[in-house]
């Protein structure tokens, strides 16, 4: 190829396009397009159309070379020539660049795949396209609801698992507003999210899902709230609820947490403070005992002896120690004994805090042994809280549940990308050789 117009249309890239003319603005890369159309029948009564004359719109394409590019496309009028057709006249249409559309079809697809397979913040991708934040969500939402929506990107799963993240922060108006993320604990994608995280609202998201979907459900992984307990029935009733191991392990980190908390406060009349003996090792007791070394082990210790005279402290350590024993056996029977004895152990202690851990663990008793015979755990998702993170972050925290729902799922849904052909690797040179 080598007329100008080929290499021009070969650059656009758009099929039933020819470049007319390209500008360069310091701003914009302008180019002018038209239609290849020349033969076109009535879309009513199939007689041969007249051109009457053009109509010029402006939309924006994919950057060019670096650029903000806008096409401008000369539409052709038609007109039906045929005097008893109702039809008069019409202007030609374009796949590529939709009526009313402000950029074209590749442009938002691709504006989508920024936000939400990248996780691109909307204000970026709209700046290098030359639009406004607005057109760019409009493409998000247009496109990747699509995507989304699509009964193949979940299909059937057959162990999921429920949590909460917080939403919105609370601040002088408002409590801290949470949404549930539903996830497929075996491929690892995030099935979908919805708003709160009662029972109801998680009753309510079961009762819309697809009741043969909800039928080949088998394990649930969830934390150790009521309210999803209590949220899968009646519709997800028949599956086998598994306390998630790693929200069993961080309420006994939080019994511990409190139990410090107050015992720092009664010994020393004030929150903890830097150079508290208990405040010191708070993060060394959390960490698992096999974790720490000797060295660790003997702060850890001298903490406790320096700021923790009833040993208080210390039992909340040893109960934390126990539950997570009870995740050290693959064996079902030897987890049972041990966390019988966690619960009986916990339930006729002294500390307050530490009874109270007990009877959590009482109430999410089969629940936690049902890890052992399932091995379910929302612990291998955790790339999908990254993301989840991630998306968060990029949109400087968001507003409207919709947008923030569509972005996650674009991030972490799983979406079956359209597949972009692999070009060529170009190589350097190998320098020539120079001989003196
Ligand atoms: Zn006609």
């Keep these: 190829m080598s007329d100008a117009t080929g290499l021009a249309e070969a650059m656009l890239g758009l099929e039933g396009f020819t470049v007319v003319a390209v500008r360069e603005d310091p701003s914009e890369l302008v180019i002018s397009v038209e239609s290849t159309a020349v033969v076109v029948g009535c879309g009513v009564c199939g007689v041969r159309a007249q051109a009457q004359d053009r109509v010029t719109i402006d939309v924006r394409d994919l950057a060019c070379f670096g650029r903000p590019t806008r096409l401008v496309w000369r539409k052709r009028r038609w007109r039906c020539r045929e005097e008893r057709c109702a039809v008069k006249t019409w202007t030609e249409e374009s796949p590529a660049a939709l009526a009313r559309q402000l950029i074209t079809w590749r442009a938002g697809l691709e504006a989508c795949r920024q936000v939400g397979e990248l996780a691109r913040p909307v204000s970026t991708v709209a700046a290098e396209l030359g639009v406004s934040w607005w057109t760019v969500m409009h493409a998000v939402i247009e496109h990747g609801t699509r ?207 530490i009874r109270s851990l007990g009877g959590t663990l009482a109430r999410w008793r089969t629940e936690i042994l049902a890890y052992h015979d399932t091995g379910a755990s929302n612990g291998p998702t955790e790339g999908l809280n990254l993301g989840v993170k991630k998306v968060k972050r990029c949109g400087h925290g968001f507003r409207r549940f919709d947008h923030y729902r569509l972005r996650v799922l674009l991030h972490t849904g799983g979406i079956d990308w359209p597949a972009r052909p692999r070009p060529p690797h170009i190589r350097t040179r190998r320098p020539p050789h120079s001989f003196a």
């Design 147 to 353: 995507l989304v929506d699509d009964p193949a990107r979940v299909g059937p799963v057959t162990q999921i698992g429920v949590d909460e993240t917080s939403f919105l922060a609370a601040n002088r108006d408002r409590h801290t507003v949470y949404v549930s993320t539903i996830v497929d604990l075996e491929r690892h994608v995030v099935v979908d999210v919805f708003d709160g995280n009662s029972a109801a609202d998680l009753r309510k998201w079961v009762g819309r899902a697809d009741p043969n979907w909800v039928a080949g459900v088998e394990v649930v992984a969830t934390d150790l709230t009521e309210s999803y307990r209590a949220g899968l029935k009646p519709d997800l009733a028949h599956v086998t609820v598994v306390a998630d191991p790693f929200h069993v392990v961080r309420v006994a980190n939080r019994c511990l947490d409190k139990i410090r908390r107050r015992v720092q406060n009664e010994t020393l009349g004030h929150r903890g403070r830097k150079a508290d003996p208990l405040f010191k090792i708070r993060k060394l007791m959390l960490a698992g005992a096999e974790r720490l070394d000797e060295k660790g082990t003997e702060r850890m210790l001298l903490g406790l002896r320096a700021g923790d005279p009833d040993d208080e402290v210390l039992g909340g350590w040893l109960a934390k120690e126990s539950v997570r024993d009870v995740y050290l056996t693959g064996d079902r029977a030897e987890a049972e004994v041990l966390l019988d004895k966690v619960i009986a152990g916990c339930a006729v202690d002294e500390v307050a805090e």
